[in-house]
Each structure stands twice: as structure tokens, then as C-alpha cells.
């Protein structure tokens, strides 16, 4: 059999393009998406048309069909990453700033490294993660803190809550799907998480009246377009693109996303919603943004030693 051709260096730069500029403009698709549209139904919604465009596809092309056991884990693992890690962005968007969410779901790191710690059995962290913690912690706090937003954009302090809950909550579908037994494709699993935790997050919208003020006829054209960006590009497109980086690229590579997307989401939602953008905020992402980069490099120097 003839190897696989490499590909080309186009191919890799419009991919990382993808990454960086689809996903760092979804703070953006949502912030505008739930103006007129309940964010546990959009968002479920969303992830519902998503996971079966793309499993169809995958059914098409021959996949085989999961097991009970792969739907059960990965259903659980799409509960934790899409109704608590991204619906519950989507809930916190409706008075949070989109570049304001980016940074402090930026700041997610941080809150893993902590988490990894403190669970049973967990793993101390190195001096350069304690380091990196530490300068990430400072950024949110330089963020944050009194006068660094102006008082008309300041978000309430349950949203800045729920996006770190969010960040607990990918932190915990993440950790989940290291441990268990199934190793299903890496496609498949992600339109199976999609369908698995669509099902969540519609009955969570439910459970909380989304229903009772649903109305079609209300939804503004500028959300249908944001909902119709938020699904072809923000999911069907982007990642697959991200799952075809992880196989033809190297981890550290790929994870250079987290450092771009905050600084394409600050500068959408400042160019297009007017949102706030001053020195303060600017030196907060770029502390923030280097502690994520610091506690990257300490977790990548911990895997190559032996």
C-alpha cells in the first residue's frame, strides 16, 4: 500500500485559519443568536441538526453503527461539554459581552489545572503550572476588578459564575472521556455527543419556560443568520477541520487555537457590537493569553519527560 500523501502546507494554513477565525467568532454568532432566541433551545437546537447532518454522513460513508455502551459515554460526555460547556455559555452571552466571555472561558486552563489537583488521586502541579495559574489568575482578576469595564457593560456576577461552572463542566466531560473503555472514531463520537446532549440541554430550556416565549415571528433576521452561522460553520464545518488537524499535526500545534480565538472574539465583538475595548481589558487578555500559553508549555514538557 502507498502512504498516505502529505498535505500540503496550504492545506494546513487554511485549516489553522478555520479554527482560528470560525471558532473565535462564535462568541460573537451567539452574543447575537440569543438577542431574540432562548439560549437552551438555540443552543440545542444547534447541536441537534449538526450531530445528524454528521452522522448521517458518516452512516453514508459506511460507518458502523455505535454500540449502547458508546451511545451511554458518549451521551454523558456531551451533557458535561455541550449543555453545561456551551449552552451555558450561551445563557450567560445574554448579558455577557461576547469578548468579555471569551476571555474568561480563556482562562478555562487555570481552572482545569486547579481541578486536576484537588480531585482524588489527583497530580500536584509543576512550578511552571503554579506560575502560569498564578499570572492567569492575576488577569482575570485585572479584568474583572473594579473599573476595568465600563459600568453600562459590566457583566452581573451569575454570568461571570455560570462561565466558570462552564469551564468546571468541560473540565469534567474532558476528564470523563480519558477514562472510558469504548474508543469510538473521533467523528463519530463528536456527532454522537452532539445528539446526546442536544437531548439535555432542549429539556433544560424546556424546564425552564423556553417554550412559553419562544415565538418564531420574534426571532430577528441577524439571529436566524447568527443560529445558521453558529451550525454550518461554527460545527459542521470547523470541527471536522479540527479533528483532521489532530491527525495530520502535532498537539501543541493545534492547541495554539486557545491563545488566538479570545483576541479574534475581543476584536469582532468591539468592531461589529460596539462592545468595550480599552487598555485595561487589552492588558488583561494578554496576561491572561500568556498564562495560558505558560501552563501549555508546562503541560507539554511534562508528557515528553519520562
Known amino acids: 500500500m502507498n502512504p498516505r500523501p502529505k498535505p500540503s502546507r496550504m492545506a494546513f494554513i487554511l485549516a489553522f485559519a478555520a479554527i482560528y477565525l470560525i471558532w473565535g467568532s462564535t462568541y460573537l454568532g451567539i452574543r447575537v443568536a440569543v438577542r431574540t432566541m432562548p439560549p ?36 454523558i460526555i456531551g451533557t458535561f461539554l455541550l449543555l453545561g460547556g456551551n449552552a451555558l455559555v450561551s ?68 454570568g461571570v459564575t455560570a462561565l466558570f461552572l462552564s469551564s468546571v463542566s468541560w473540565w469534567t466531560g474532558s476528564f470523563y472521556s480519558k477514562h472510558i473503555t469504548s474508543r469510538t472514531p473521533l467523528m463519530m463520537a463528536s456527532s454522537m455527543q ?62 495554539t487555537y486557545a491563545y488566538v480565538n479570545p483576541v479574534v472574539a475581543i476584536i469582532l465583538g468591539w468592531a461589529i457590537l460596539d462592545e468595550p475595548l480599552n487598555l485595561r481589558i487589552l492588558l488583561a487578555a494578554m496576561v491572561i493569553i500568556g498564562a495560558v500559553a505558560i501552563i501549555s508549555l508546562g503541560r507539554a514538557r511534562a508528557v515528553e519527560q519520562p
Open 194 to 255: 452532539m445528539l446526546g446532549g442536544c437531548v439535555s440541554m432542549l429539556l433544560t430550556g424546556l424546564l425552564l419556560g423556553e417554550g412559553r416565549v419562544l415565538h418564531l415571528a420574534a426571532i430577528t433576521p441577524s439571529s436566524w443568520v447568527a443560529f445558521a452561522y453558529l451550525v454550518g460553520a461554527g460545527a459542521i464545518v470547523a470541527y471536522p477541520v479540527y479533528v483532521w488537524l489532530l491527525e495530520h499535526s502535532t498537539p501543541a500545534l493545534v492547541s
Open 91 to 158: 445563557w450567560s452571552e445574554k448579558t455577557v459581552p461576547s469578548g468579555i466571555t471569551s476571555l474568561i472561558l480563556g482562562s478555562s486552563p487555570l481552572v482545569m489545572v486547579l481541578l486536576d489537583w484537588i480531585r482524588p488521586g489527583g497530580r500536584r502541579p509543576t512550578l511552571g503550572l503554579v506560575i502560569g495559574v498564578a499570572v492567569g489568575i492575576a488577569g482575570v482578576a485585572l479584568l474583572l476588578g473594579p473599573d476595568s469595564i465600563p459600568v453600562a457593560s459590566r457583566p452581573p456576577a451569575l
Open 40 to 75: 437552551f433551545l438555540m443552543a440545542g437546537t444547534r447541536f441537534a441538526v449538526a450531530g445528524t447532518i454528521i452522522f448521517a454522513y458518516l452512516k453514508l460513508r459506511g460507518a458502523a453503527w455505535p454500540t449502547a455502551r458508546e451511545w451511554r459515554d458518549q451521551t
